[in-house]
């Protein structure tokens, strides 16, 4: 047996496997100050939550994702190096130009015109030192581009924003150290946004919702647009942590802080800071139960910790990223990449997306 093939049967052995129910957890702070408390085994969860392990050709330390598909998702090692499903579902090393170390990954695909084939999504591969790689085929490979910048690149997101008007616009936001830029072009050329000082530092995440994009970063810096990135407002987080990671549910925000606590925007557009029992590494949506986020303790499971939705799931190693652009997955330590879905409680488990019971699309909104 060669390493490949031991690395399938392990990771087959791996695959949808479910938490201990019994664990301490954070409400979300919308009631409260997040206390902890404990949550314990329930017959009466509605759904189960599943991560379906993938197959890596590289057993090596993954730090991003994203995905439409399972036929278009791109991952990045903690080297910089892109991985992405060329010929198959496992997940191998693509040709990339040279570049600076590569630090986050993004891909969103245009809505397909009426009666014509959908695009390939578009990707985007950024980090040290201004570098920049463009996909137009959905990560399969790759070109570099120039941004006319040398600053240190943190995020970027590709994806469809409302405008007023029921205007919808396919555009692109990348950050980094000092520097906020915006495509109007899918990508292919960018423009820097100039910002107030107050505006302005070292951003680290950034996300669309759907009528307002979110950008956070260091000393609890967030900002937001509402004209697809041209300008943008100063939003007070209520915290001075560094907010690293970053999810909006509809325009709602919640945010990862270097420390592992979460920042809750309220339905009152009031921020608050939740200490959950584990610290919190990246937040995401899944559908059907919504909102969830990856755990230090090796665990995915909903957000917050207390929803009566779904129990956790284990995991075989560290998660560090869950995925942006639609394809719901996360990566981690050790080569982990895995898709995360839901089941109705009750259906039998499942590996992959073929053939599931669960209500996708529809998105749930645990308070």
């Known amino acids: 047996?060669?390493?490949?093939?031991?690395?399938?049967?392990?990771?087959?052995?791996?695959?949808?496997?479910?938490?201990?129910?019994?664990?301490?957890?954070?409400?979300?702070?919308?009631?409260?100050?997040?206390?902890?408390?404990?949550?314990?085994?329930?017959?009466e969860w509605e759904y189960n939550l599943r991560a379906s392990s993938l197959m890596t050709a590289e057993a090596v330390d993954l730090v991003a994702v994203a995905g439409t598909s399972a036929k278009f998702s791109v991952a990045l090692t903690a080297e910089g190096r892109l991985l992405a499903p060329l010929g198959s579902a496992v997940f191998e090393p693509?040709?990339?130009?040279?570049?600076?170390?590569?630090?986050?990954?993004?891909?969103?695909?245009?809505?397909?015109?009426?009666?014509?084939?959908?695009?390939?999504?578009?990707?985007?591969?950024?980090?040290?030192?201004?570098?920049?790689?463009?996909?137009?085929?959905?990560?399969?490979?790759?070109?570099?581009i120039d941004l006319g910048t040398t600053a240190d690149l943190r995020a970027a997101m590709l994806a469809t924003v409302r405008l007023p008007g029921e205007v919808r616009q396919f555009m692109g936001v990348i950050v980094g150290d000092g520097v906020l830029l915006r495509s109007d072009d899918a990508g292919a050329t960018w423009v820097p946004v100039a910002l107030a000082p107050e505006l302005s530092g070292s951003f680290r995440a950034v996300e669309a919702g759907w009528t307002r994009i979110v950008?956070?970063?260091?000393?609890?810096?967030?900002?937001?647009?509402?004209?697809?990135?041209?300008?943008?407002?100063?939003?007070?987080?209520?915290?001075?942590?560094?907010?690293?990671?970053?999810?909006?549910?509809?325009?709602?925000?919640?945010?990862a802080t270097e420390a592992g606590e979460v920042v809750v925007e309220g339905e009152d557009l009031a921020f608050k800071t939740v200490?959950?029992?584990?610290?919190?590494?990246?937040?995401?949506?899944?559908?059907t139960i919504g909102r969830v986020a990856l755990f230090a303790d090796d665990r995915v499971g909903p957000w917050p910790e207390d929803s009566p939705l779904a129990p956790s799931v284990a995991l075989p190693s560290t998660p560090?990223?869950?995925?942006?652009?639609?394809?719901?997955?996360?990566?981690?330590?050790?080569?982990?990449?895995?898709?995360?879905?839901?089941?109705?409680?009750?259906?039998?488990?499942?590996?992959?997306?073929?053939?599931?019971?669960?209500?996708?699309?529809?998105?749930?909104?645990p308070r």
Do not use: Y
Request: hydrophobic letters at 40%; a negative charge; charged letters at 20%.
């Open 1 to 43: 047996m060669n390493s490949l093939d031991l690395r399938a049967a392990v990771l087959a052995v791996l695959q949808a496997v479910t938490l201990a129910c019994s664990v301490k957890v954070a409400g979300d702070g919308s009631d409260g100050d997040g206390v902890t408390s404990e949550q314990g085994c329930n017959s």
């Open 94 to 144: 693509v040709e990339q130009p040279a570049s600076g170390t590569l630090r986050a990954v993004a891909m969103g695909a245009t809505e397909c015109p009426e009666l014509q084939p959908c695009a390939d999504p578009v990707a985007l591969a950024v980090g040290d030192g201004g570098a920049a790689l463009r996909s137009v085929d959905g990560g399969k490979t790759w070109t570099a």
């Open 275 to 287: 200490v959950p029992s584990a610290p919190a590494i990246d937040v995401g949506l899944v559908d």
């Open 215 to 255: 950008a956070v970063g260091d000393g609890g810096l967030a900002i937001a647009s509402t004209d697809a990135g041209a300008t943008w407002t100063k939003l007070d987080s209520g915290t001075t942590a560094d907010l690293r990671r970053l999810v909006l549910e509809q325009d709602r925000v919640f945010a």
């Open 320 to 365: 560090r990223a869950l995925s942006r652009g639609g394809h719901e997955l996360l990566v981690g330590d050790d080569g982990l990449i895995a898709e995360v879905f839901v089941e109705e409680q009750g259906a039998a488990s499942r590996t992959g997306s073929a053939g599931r019971s669960s209500s996708r699309g529809r998105r749930g909104r």
